[in-house]
Structures are given as C-alpha cells and as structure tokens.
C-alpha cells in the first residue's frame, strides 16, 4: 500500500473507534444520588460516551509503525512528500486527546517532481510541417514531408545522346520522397537541419548552422553549396517540374564542409550578400577525400532591388516592388569527379565523346587499372552569372555558366564547356480576370555546349509549363512539355524528341 491509502485506512478506522465499544465507554448519572454508573438503570441520566485513551494511543502507535515500514521498502522520497509524512507522525506523536486526523491526513497527497532538465513544450501546425516548441523556447523541432508523383513520356531523364531520343521508358513514379527535420537546440540561433531520401534512399543533408549574426552565418556539414539559383533552390519550389538540361552538367551539387554567408550594406542600394565556403570536393557518397585537394566557392549577389530574394522560383508572393538580385560564382576543385548528383554514387563522369568516338572522361566508380578515373585527375574551374527578377506575379531568371576541366592524365588536355538558360513566368489573373489566379504559365529555353571548340555538340531544350497553385508550393500541379534536341558530334546528326511531365508535389 502507498501513503495516500495508509492516510485512508488510519481515517476509517479511527472513525470507527468513536462508535466501537471496544475503544468507548458510556457513562450514566444518578439523578438523586449523583453517583456515576457504567450502566443504563432507574433514575440514571446518560452523561455520554468517552474514548479510552490507552487503546487511541496504541492505534496511533500502529498507524506510525505503518508508514515508517512503507517508506522504508521505497527508494528516498521527494522532499515534498517527506514534509508531508513528516506532519503526519508528528501529529500522531502529539497530544493523544486530539482524535481529529482529518487535517493530517489530507496532508499527505502526493505532488509530481519537476525532473531536472524537463522544459513543457507545444505541438502547432506552420510553414515547415508540425513544429514542437518548449516554453522557454530552448529547442524546437519541425518535421516535414513531402511527395512528388511523376508521369514521364516517353523518357523522365535528360538526354545527352542521340540513343537517348530512342528510349521508350513511359512510366508512373514517386520521382521524390522525402523527410525533413530542422529546428534549433539550446538557443535560438543554433539551428540544424536534415532531410532524407526515401525514394533513393539517401541521406541528403545534415548540417548545423550558427545563426547569431545577420553579417556571418556559419554552417557545418552536409548541404547544398550556395552557387546557383537552379540548383540550390528546392525541387518542390522549382517553377517547372524538373530542373533545366544545364544542371547536371554544371552543378557542384551537394558537398560535405563549411560555408559561410552574410548580409551586408541591407536597405541601402548596394545592399549584398556573400557565400564563401570549403568543401572536401567529392559529394556526398564518400567520408574521405581522393586527394590532397579541397573544393572552393564564392558567390557575390546584389540585392538591387527589394532586398534579398529566397531561393524560390515564381511570383507566388506576387511582389508589390520590383526585386531584383544580381550574382556572380565561381567555384574549384581537383578530383576524380567532372560532374555530381546527390545519391549513393554522388561523384560521377559527364557524358560526352572525344575524336575518336570514345569516353572522353572516365568513371569515378572503375579503379584506374580497369579504365576508372584516377584520384585527382580531373582539374576544374567555373563560373556562373545570374540574374533574378520578381514583381506583380512576373518572374524572370537567367543563368550563363562556363566550365573548364583539365585532364592532368592526358597532358593537361582543356575541355571547355557553355551552357545557359532563361526563363520566365506569369500569373494571367493579373491581366485576364477569368482565369483563376492560381494558375501560373512559364516558358523556358536552356542549351548546352559540351565543348566550345568542337562543332555539332549543341544539346538544347525549349518547355512550356502551366502550373496550378492548390496552396503555394507545398500543393501544385503542374503539366509539362519540353522539345529536346541532341547533336552528335561524331556522326554529325541532328535529333529531337518530344517529353511530357505531369506532376502533383505535395508537401505537409
């Protein structure tokens, strides 16, 4: 039995001791003779019934023998209820004429211990998915999903050969699933963030970011490097259903290392923001680097107009001022890798084919004896401008990207590559107030050149989308079609075919 039920017991049985004539005893008076009596007769008045102090001092003895033995088979009792206790026995110890335990004995209820290190939270529903806060709002945690089903015909990837054009691969896929967790632990401007791939599956970002100073944020571990808007904005806020032909040629991807950004100058006209970071060069398929050599990056963007942009496509917010950002990158690496995707296999060797009809850069997957590439064959250098405007339901966004790689295996032979695209979206309700004004059109035209010096190599693409807006980004569908040409440097021919997306990304 616990304390609570002792209390109980002890209140029952001393209630019962006040009518048990065990524990009383009635007295009668002689009406003439004024003699006491301890039973009923003629002329004898009942004074009443009186306790027999000796067997209430023995049953509080009992009660008092009960409780130390309950205490004494649990571990130390909070301090709390020791106080309590405590009042009980010191009143069983008290006067003995004082049969009144009620008040005691309600004294002993049980208060729960606030553990150490314990912080009540709550539970709400916002922009990033359900939110966990405690109170003191030391830690917080949003977990978030989302899903994009994908029909592709006749083919979902991009291609890169003229056999590319021939593939019939129609098909219904979960082309994204995925989880996120972010929030900041211990103070507010700790934060970290991790999402993961089940569709693949791989972990695709684990990184924490000190957040205290607007000038300098510093991150550490597993993300997107800051180079271009195409690839460092999300797939689900991208403004068509997938990313141009120009991304996984010129990406640097995902990478494993420290990047620092800041905000400088803000509200004035030369308001900027920088990105300068380190990286081990290699993706996020491997722990340790191939070589010696690191991967560096900048970018410098101006905030011209409207102060800094997210990195988000469409006018979903449909801006009452023109915005517009400005931007330069340029990024380096020596390592087996010319070209990267974030999966298991992250470093990986661009398509393309040399005079002579063969491979023209090796696989990062092959050992150098079997024909792979070697630890830091491959020297790279590029360079990025954009340009990124939004106002009125108008957006407009423009990369030019340029790409040497070095073959330090094959006397520093030059392989230099052009790509770019522009594109551009509206909302018509602006204009034409039938349509609904959650329907978005967008054009795109993107092109390749895989080596600036060679003739007949042009990969382009020319896409139109209209997407329907069900609650912004985190529910739109979205209906593509893309005209997809490839040259063939090697049998001078020429090919196109054509691709259609149908898309529901849905995020909660």
């Avoid at 230099?416 to 551009?424: E, R």
Wanted: overall charge negative.
């Amino acid at each position: 039995m616990n304390i609570n039920k002792i209390a109980i017991a002890s209140l029952s049985m001393m209630s019962a001791s006040w009518i048990n004539p065990a524990f009383a005893l009635d007295l009668y008076v002689d009406s003439n003779t004024q003699q006491i009596y301890a039973a009923p007769g003629e002329n004898r008045v009942k004074l009443g019934s009186f306790e027999k102090k000796e067997e209430i001092d023995k049953l509080k003895a009992t009660l008092k023998a009960e409780i130390e033995a309950e205490l004494k088979s649990k571990q130390p009792a909070q301090a709390d209820k020791q106080a309590n206790t405590s009042e009980v026995i010191s009143s069983l110890n008290a006067d003995s004429t004082n049969t009144d335990l009620t008040d005691n004995v309600a004294t002993v209820e049980t208060q729960p211990k606030v553990k150490k290190g314990y912080s009540p939270a709550n539970l709400s529903y916002g922009k990033n998915g359900f939110e966990f806060k405690t109170d003191d709002n030391k830690f917080s945690l949003a977990i978030q999903n989302r899903v994009q089903a994908r029909f592709a015909e006749p083919f979902d990837g991009d291609p890169r050969t003229l056999a590319d054009l021939d593939k019939d691969e129609k098909s219904f896929m979960i082309r994204r699933a995925r989880s996120k967790l972010n929030g900041h632990a211990y103070v507010p401007w700790l934060k970290y963030y991790l999402q993961y791939d089940w569709s693949q599956p791989v972990l695709r970002d684990l990184n924490l970011t000190v957040d205290k100073y607007k000038w300098a944020q510093v991150r550490v571990g597993r993300g997107k490097v800051s180079y271009n808007n195409e690839r460092v904005t999300s797939s689900g806020s991208q403004q068509f259903v997938n990313r141009s032909i120009v991304n996984d040629v010129f990406t640097v991807d995902r990478q494993q290392g420290i990047e620092v950004k800041g905000n400088l100058f803000s509200g004035t006209w030369y308001d900027m923001t920088y990105y300068a970071g380190v990286y081990t060069g290699l993706g996020v398929g491997e722990r340790n680097n191939d070589d010696g050599n690191m991967m560096y990056s900048g970018r410098l963007q101006w905030n011209a107009l409207g102060g800094e942009m997210k990195f988000s496509q469409s006018d979903i917010e449909f801006h009452e001022q023109p915005a517009l950002n400005i931007s330069v990158a340029a990024n380096s690496n020596r390592s087996k890798c010319t070209a990267f995707e974030t999966d298991s296999r992250s470093c990986r060797n661009l398509t393309d084919v040399n005079a002579a009809g063969t491979a023209r850069y090796r696989s990062p997957s092959e050992t150098f004896e079997k024909g792979g590439a070697k630890s830091g064959q491959y020297e790279i250098s590029q360079m990025m401008e954009e340009i990124h405007f939004k106002w009125n339901g108008f957006s407009f966004l423009h990369e030019l990207h340029a790409k040497r790689i070095k073959d330090t295996l094959n006397n520093d032979q030059e392989t230099k590559l052009l790509g770019g695209f522009v594109q551009a979206g509206y909302f018509p309700n602006r204009q034409i107030m039938a349509i609904p004004e959650n329907i978005e059109l967008a054009g795109r035209y993107a092109f390749v050149d895989m080596d600036t010096d060679r003739d007949n190599d042009k990969q382009t693409e020319l896409s139109a989308v209209i997407n329907y807006f069900l609650e912004g980004h985190f529910n739109k569908l979205s209906l593509q079609l893309s005209r997809l040409s490839i040259e063939d440097p090697i049998k001078l021919e020429k090919d196109n075919e054509t691709r259609v997306w149908a898309q529901w990304d849905f995020s909660f």
